[in-house]
């Protein structure tokens, strides 16, 4: 794990120098967050944005109130001195500090951010050397960081700290700041405490720094998910069309079944159309076959005779295509196919044994060949 310090110099975020957290090692200086995309997902990233694009402000918050309604009230009590629309404007609270950051900056931030894969911490540049419940002044980068024991400030360049220095104590007649720096504008005015140190960037704080609220919210979008997954062309194409149908499968199933569902009912209604011409709707198809059966008459199937066709099978079976028989006339009619003339004979002979009458009118003999309709009369009492 690697850890890393990015500080933003100018407002378009395109110098930017970059500090890795070991001694002797130099800074380089990058024009986009894309030439950090080497970064892994244990390396840490502290990013450091100019405080013209933050301003803070001292502000206590009602822990009994959720934050959206102590941002109001905050946005409430210093809208006055806001040049532009509250609107155009990110608000971060935390503990007695109010952060107000420019919108459009941090999101195209933030999405040059998400690119990465390392933890990213983004914080006001003048917080990098922040104290416990101490004011410093910090030199770094030809600029002076001044951060209250608040966890507020601001940055200025020397030609203009002497003025700032001069509002701050008319304020404030007991600040005292711990000095991280060898100008003797500084060391001349504040001489209670020791000078420190000269601040040096791998001496930073962390843990404390970690404690800050984190301007980074990561940018979710399909590019962002591509380059994360690292996917190739044919990959995301596989992807596209397994999402497709995963989206198209249960649309089709749920045609298909209604496809189905409608050709049963139809189906169904026509098989009781066919049973009772009465049917207009089947709603309940056993409940509605029930009704008819009771409507049905009764009929004593034992006194219905059926005609002993024995004999025709025996001698005829396989010149017998066709046999129907017609219960309520008491008939049966066999379609003869290309029986011998002797074999038919013979036929006719046997059935004068049995209680039948044959109606062979529509018998035609052609080349010894028998063919056409044999009529059968029984009786059926």
């Known amino acids: 794990m690697s850890q890393y310090i990015a500080h933003i110099l100018s407002v378009n975020a395109d110098s930017i120098n970059v500090y890795e957290l070991v001694k002797d090692k130099n800074s380089i200086n990058i024009t986009s967050f894309d030439e950090l995309?080497?970064?892994?997902?244990?390396?840490?990233?502290?990013?450091?944005?100019?405080?013209?694009?933050?301003?803070?402000?001292?502000?206590?918050?009602?822990?009994?109130?959720?934050?959206?309604?102590?941002?109001a009230n905050f946005i409430s009590e210093v809208d006055s001195v806001f040049?532009?629309?509250?609107?155009?404007?990110?608000?971060?609270?935390?503990?007695?500090?109010?952060?107000v950051v420019d919108?459009?900056?941090?999101?195209?931030?933030n999405v040059s951010l998400s690119k990465l894969s390392a933890q990213v911490h983004v914080i006001p540049e003048y917080l990098i050397n922040i104290l416990h419940q101490e004011d410093a002044i910090t030199e770094f980068e030809d600029n002076f960081f001044i951060s209250y024991s608040n966890k507020t400030g601001f940055t200025t360049n020397l030609n203009s700290l002497e003025q700032y220095l001069e509002i701050i104590?008319?304020?404030?007649?007991?600040?005292?700041?711990?000095?991280?720096?060898?100008?003797?504008?500084?060391?001349?005015?504040?001489?209670?405490?020791p000078l420190n140190n000269l601040f040096e960037i791998y001496d930073i704080n962390l843990p404390l720094i970690k404690t800050l609220p984190n301007f980074f919210r990561l940018q979710i979008s399909l590019n962002l998910f591509i380059n994360k997954m690292n996917l190739s062309k044919h990959q995301i194409i596989l992807g596209?069309?397994?999402?497709?149908?995963?989206?198209?499968?249960?649309?089709?199933l749920i045609y298909q079944n209604n496809t189905y569902t409608n050709i049963y009912t139809s189906s169904t209604?026509?098989?009781?159309?066919?049973?009772?011409?009465?049917?207009?709707?089947?709603?309940s198809p056993k409940s509605q076959i029930d009704q008819i059966l009771k409507q049905a008459p009764s009929t004593d199937l034992s006194l219905i005779k059926l005609p002993d066709l024995d004999l025709f099978l025996k001698y005829g079976s396989k010149y017998i295509s066709d046999i129907s028989i017609n219960i309520d006339t008491?008939?049966?009619?066999?379609?003869?196919?290309?029986?011998?003339?002797?074999?038919?004979s013979v036929l006719m002979n046997n059935s004068q044994r049995f209680n039948v009458n044959i109606d062979d009118s529509d018998i035609i003999s052609n080349n010894s060949s028998i063919n056409g309709a044999l009529k059968i009369k029984y009786k059926n009492e």
């Open 240 to 252: 596209l069309i397994s999402l497709f149908l995963l989206i198209a499968a249960p649309k089709y």
């Open 330 to 344: 008491s008939e049966a009619t066999m379609q003869l196919n290309s029986m011998p003339d002797f074999q038919f």
């Open 83 to 99: 040049a532009e629309d509250v609107s155009s404007n990110e608000y971060f609270l935390h503990n007695d500090a109010a952060y």
């Open 103 to 109: 919108k459009n900056f941090l999101k195209d931030l």
């Open 37 to 71: 995309n080497e970064l892994d997902e244990s390396d840490q990233l502290l990013v450091l944005i100019p405080s013209s694009m933050v301003t803070s402000y001292e502000f206590k918050q009602n822990k009994s109130l959720s934050e959206q309604i102590n941002i």
């Open 169 to 193: 104590l008319n304020k404030n007649p007991n600040f005292n700041p711990v000095i991280f720096s060898s100008k003797n504008l500084l060391t001349d005015r504040f001489n209670e405490k």
């Open 269 to 283: 209604f026509d098989i009781f159309k066919g049973i009772d011409k009465d049917v207009k709707r089947v709603i």
